[in-house]
């Protein structure tokens, strides 16, 4: 999964995207998952990415107080790929057990 920040919402919600298509490449996928210290090295990226995403909020009475998440499932490698499948669990569980009232929607775009 790629992720970046960009933009916001017609609501003014920070955008987060999710892409996963970009572990459909064998190469891309062993350097981040390949070891478990690259794991954890991704696990890292991912809860800063999110904190990233939570610095952009306004707390302020009638400010904007959540992300929008989309999560683009093209090209995505599938079930197949244990490792994808178990740092995907752990950052939603990360995410919904420290984040969760940040999450104002999410999104997943499954088009091949």
Request: charged share 30%.
């Amino acid at each position: 999964m790629v992720g970046y920040m960009s933009s916001t919402d017609r609501e003014g919600h920070p955008i987060c995207y999710n892409v996963f298509g970009g572990f459909e490449k064998e190469e891309i996928y062993e350097k981040v998952f390949g070891t478990a210290e690259k794991r954890e090295g991704f696990m890292r990226w991912r809860v800063q990415l999110m904190e990233k995403g939570v610095r952009k909020l306004d707390f302020k009475a009638g400010g904007v107080n959540s992300l929008l998440h989309i999560n683009d499932l093209k090209n995505s490698p599938g079930p197949s790929k244990k490792e994808l499948r178990i740092a995907t669990k752990q950052a939603v569980r990360i995410l919904q057990d420290n984040y969760q009232e940040f999450v104002a929607r999410n999104v997943s775009h499954f088009k091949r």
